[in-house]
């Protein structure tokens, strides 16, 4: 079982920057990769970035240039620059462990015009 704690969101004006952060606890020897979603209301979750284990990162076209991940052990990183309002969502963290997803509880992200 894996456990992730995120912080980080919160209300920024377009243009601005935010960093979104995901703590993973349990059992995080298992961990084979860690991402970052995103979801609207009524809109299916959608990847926003994902770094695995020892391989290279993969980031949505909407966000490429502008969205960075990083990882730390345990931890996983999104810094947003340049945020659109379109960036407006909730965003969750998630790891890979066995093949299986674990999820954060979400964070908002509200990008005002």
């Known amino acids: 079982q894996v456990f992730l704690a995120e912080s980080g969101g919160g209300l920024v004006q377009a243009g601005g920057s935010l960093r979104l952060s995901c703590t993973a606890s349990?059992?995080?020897?298992?961990?084979?990769?860690m991402g970052w979603y995103r979801r609207a209301p009524g809109k299916e979750r959608e990847v926003v970035a994902v770094?695995?284990?020892?391989?290279s990162t993969h980031y949505a076209d909407s966000v490429k240039g502008r969205f960075t991940i990083s990882r730390d052990r345990n931890m996983v990183y999104l810094q947003m620059n340049s945020l659109k309002p379109e960036d407006t969502d909730v965003y969750y963290c998630?790891?890979?462990?066995?093949?299986?997803?674990?999820w954060g509880q979400g964070t908002q992200v509200t990008v005002s015009a």
């Open positions: 770094i695995p284990n020892g391989g």
């Open positions: 998630n790891v890979t462990c066995y093949n299986s997803g674990y």
């Open positions: 349990g059992d995080t020897i298992c961990i084979a990769a």
